[in-house]
């Protein structure tokens, strides 16, 4: 795409001439990211009990429906950032999400004052449940629509939107002012999550359902009014293309050019790349793919400029080595999925609903907030191994980053195992206690047993988090440019939303065979006559399974390039590697 002279110029120097951009508009960014964070965090963790009380729906159903929930969300992210980069902008992109959130929340709110729009409640007292009509269901799966739709263009678009603001290559400070706002903003990110699973949840335990979906709505409100009132003062640069659609004309222009033989010996001179690229040919992996850059007839495929006339047909070398990255990227980063699987233990909730939450006589901490465990230990790990850890390590190991980011991985992924082995053992332990005290057929009775029993298993799945999925990150890194440092998050994206597909299927295929010719169900709602765990066991055995996988892996991964720098793109800056860790944190 061709770039319009004057516009680079007012983005170099808008810093220094001209009232737009900079830092006064940060505030305005962040606090519409932290709003949307905020609402949309706080409604997940109780959503599950909105669901099972209202809709007529069991605890597996509610499961899968929130899975799926979530998964959408992630996935539009990717198509977010696509659409925000290739057609409308950043800024559009953010108004759009932050309105559309907004309606989203407005719409689930309803649910709670209308009663048309959700069914009444099985009581104790009443024989006949309304069931659940095809415009209520609709009315609840709108909303989980638009907030979905809302999340995925805010959320890649809105850092992207603020360093916008902040971009200024004559600005010998600039790196460290986009290193501050880097900081400021997922420090806000945090707050705002953590303030999410406790204080909004909070409110729904004690306030009811209309003021715990009413606060989110109105944080909405406040997002996309302060959005708003900063419009006048943003820089809003026009798309430039997405990554994606080069990986889609590296895929098409190899199919289109299936005829050429790949095993013949072409000079330099016949492959088409960029004037200051220092790769002056294909490597030879994935050689079925070097098709795509090959000049077959330069006056049919050149324009008299030098450029591509149909991108679609002929693609630079360094996309093509782009894309190969990408497919040697999908093995490894593969096995991170089952440990986010993992991760997204169904009726958990039910389980810390069980047990007595007090920490003092008068405070109950919220079944919804536990959550908040594998946060604080993941940024406490996070902190503790680079600030503590790394340079202890460094000097046994001589990486800068203390040990390998395939290590790492395996260590967060052993973790990970004994964590679900912990929640197995948790679970037949509390289950047990239940029976014994004759609370089988009564799934709301309070045990005497403490929640803090729930404490190391979320603890640890924070820690393996932070030891495998930053290993991830980091792994990535060492592959790609760091012009691409973005697309190490859009894959951890995408790798959610698979986990997500991937838990709806598992707790729908579990509940179905487990609950055929009329057997209790493992999930079933009734947590004290189910065996969830037995599902913790069968995550248990999955995940060793991920794990021979991912010794498998390792044994066919080259090692030589774990310390940050491409083998593919020598060009990378040597600060590559001392930022990686801070992006993938």
Not at 152 to 176: H, M, T, W, Y
Not at 193 to 202: D, P, R, S
Not at 244 to 258: D, E, N, P, S, Y
Request: some cysteine.
């Amino acid at each position: 795409m061709e770039n319009n002279p004057e516009e680079e110029e007012f983005l170099l120097n808008h810093s220094q001439n001209s009232t737009k951009g900079g830092l006064k508009t940060i505030p305005f960014i962040i606090v519409n990211e932290s709003c949307e964070r905020l609402a949309s965090f706080g409604l997940q963790p109780n959503m599950i009990i909105y669901i099972t009380k209202f809709y007529s729906m069991n605890a597996a159903r509610a499961s899968v429906l929130i899975n799926l929930w979530s998964a959408i969300s992630n996935v539009l992210s990717i198509l977010g950032a696509f659409i925000s980069d290739s057609y409308i902008g950043r800024f559009r992109a953010v108004a759009i999400g932050t309105i559309s959130s907004l309606i989203g929340m407005l719409v689930l709110w309803l649910t709670t004052i209308f009663p048309q729009l959700r069914p009444l409640p099985c009581g104790q007292y009443q024989h006949d449940c309304s069931g659940t009509t095809a415009a209520q269901l609709a009315a609840i799966l709108c909303s989980f629509g638009l907030i979905s739709i809302g999340a995925g263009f805010v959320r890649p678009c809105s850092i992207a939107l603020g360093a916008d603001q902040l971009e200024n290559k004559e600005n010998l400070d600039n790196e460290r002012l986009m290193d501050s706002y880097f900081n400021w903003f997922y420090a806000s990110v945090g707050v705002s999550i953590v303030l999410a699973v406790t204080v909004i949840v909070y409110i729904q335990d004690h306030f009811g359902w209309q003021i715990g979906f009413g606060v989110p709505a109105l944080l909405m409100v406040l997002s996309v009014s302060v959005f708003l009132i900063g419009s006048p003062l943003y820089i809003k640069a026009k798309p430039e293309g997405s990554l994606f659609t080069g990986l889609f004309q590296v895929a098409v222009a190899a199919f289109r050019k299936r005829h050429i033989n790949v095993q013949l010996n072409y000079n330099d001179d016949c492959y088409y790349r960029t004037p200051e690229s220092k790769l002056l040919k294909p490597s030879t992996d994935f050689r079925c793919l070097n098709r795509a850059c090959i000049i077959e007839d330069p006056h049919m495929e050149l324009k008299p400029d030098g450029k591509a006339s149909d991108p679609w047909s002929l693609c630079f070398v360094e996309q093509v080595e782009i894309m190969k990255c990408f497919l040697k990227v999908l093995p490894m980063w593969s096995t991170c999925i089952m440990l986010l699987v993992s991760f997204s233990q169904p009726l958990s909730i039910y389980q810390l609903l069980t047990v007595d939450r007090h920490i003092t006589p008068q405070f109950e901490i919220p079944a919804g907030s536990f959550g908040t465990i594998t946060v604080l230990s993941l940024t406490i790990w996070i902190a503790f191994y680079d600030r503590a850890l790394v340079p202890l390590l460094s000097r046994y190991t001589g990486l800068p980053t203390g040990i390998s980011s395939f290590s790492r991985m395996g260590i967060g992924l052993f973790l990970g195992i004994v964590a679900t082995v912990l929640s197995a053992i948790t679970e037949t332990i509390r289950r047990n206690k239940a029976i014994n005290a004759g609370f089988e057929d009564d799934p709301n009775a309070v045990l005497n047993m403490s929640s803090m029993w729930f404490v190391p298993q979320l603890a640890l799945y924070g820690v393996a988090e932070g030891l495998n999925v930053v290993g991830q990150i980091e792994f990535i890194y060492s592959l790609f440019p760091k012009t691409m440092s973005s697309f190490a998050a859009a894959l951890y994206t995408f790798g959610l939303a698979l986990a997500n597909l991937i838990s709806s299927l598992l707790v729908s295929m579990v509940d179905g065979i487990t609950s055929a010719k009329g057997n209790t169900s493992w999930l079933a709602t009734n947590i004290n006559r189910g065996h969830l765990d037995y599902y913790c066991w069968l995550m248990t055995f999955l995940c060793v399974i991920n794990f021979l996988y991912f010794l498998a892996v390792c044994r066919f991964t080259d090692h030589h390039h774990h310390d940050g720098r491409s083998s593919l793109f020598p060009e990378v800056e040597e600060e590559h590697s001392a930022n990686k860790r801070f992006h993938g944190a």
